[in-house]
């Protein structure tokens, strides 16, 4: 019958376009993951221009870097990992929660310190906050060091600074609250007094010292909310 051949033409119809909707959202949303993750990597200009630590007088120079961008203050590296990013400080203190180091919109982000932070990073600890990706990007990188192996292959690191460079030693991975006094207070009595009392944090792994430089690398945990994983890790001078 003629209706019957209409309405199984417009079903037809119906389920071809709810195909290539389909496919087109698949196609978008595989684009958006591919690009996520790129952006979650250092552009090659930036790697090129990245400071180099002259090994004669122990100095660097940022000023390519805060050419582009004068809120540059570092750049932190964590040895044979991905974490190997530019730092940066910006007020508000959410400037690069989702802004790259040009200050184009960017769901990654950047890793940055709080504007309070002294920009040399010569408080007795330091906060670098960096988003959680997937694959290891920016700071997703820490949830390595939940495997033992890893953690102890990778212990250090490099922190440049505008003044000084910093050898890192990587320390613990522990598991706290975003509301931790931590976060607000940034003496080294703050921290010492928040380390000892064990009910403030969860060690993941690896065996907390506090020293008198120590820098905190700090993102979302796995249940996000309130949860951060935080990587411990020693500065000393070069």
Not at 9 to 15: A, D, E, N, Q
Not at 50 to 72: F, G, H, M, R, Y
Not at 152 to 164: F, P, R, V
Not at 189 to 212: C, M, R, S
Request: proline share 2%; glycine share 6%; net charge negative.
């Amino acid at each position: 019958m003629k209706w019957e051949k209409r309405v199984h033409k417009i079903v037809s119809l119906f389920i071809e376009i709810c195909c290539v909707i389909i496919l087109l959202l698949m196609g978008y949303f595989i684009y958006d993951v591919i690009n996520i993750q790129r952006s979650a990597n250092v552009d090659n200009y930036i790697k090129e221009i990245k400071p180099t630590i002259n090994k004669e007088t122990k100095e660097v120079d940022l000023s390519a870097l805060q050419a582009i961008n004068p809120d540059v203050v570092g750049w932190l590296t964590l040895d044979d990992t991905r974490i190997d990013y530019p730092v940066l400080q910006g007020n508000p203190d959410y400037t690069y929660l989702n802004r790259d180091m040009y200050g184009n919109v960017s769901l990654t982000g950047s890793l940055f310190i709080s504007y309070q932070a002294n920009r040399y990073f010569e408080d007795d600890y330091t906060i670098i906050y960096g988003h959680h990706m997937e694959a290891g990007g920016m700071f997703g990188a820490i949830d390595y060091y939940e495997d033992e192996n890893y953690f102890n292959e990778h212990l250090t690191g490099t922190l440049i600074t505008e003044k000084k460079i910093y050898d890192l030693k990587v320390q613990a991975l522990i598991y706290l609250d975003a509301y931790s006094e931590i976060y607000s207070k940034k003496d080294i009595k703050t921290l010492k007094k928040f380390i000892k009392n064990t009910k403030n944090y969860e060690v993941k792994i690896g065996n907390i010292e506090i020293t008198d430089k120590t820098l905190l690398l700090s993102t979302c945990g796995p249940n996000g909310n309130t949860d951060r994983i935080i990587l411990i890790l020693s500065m000393e001078e070069r």
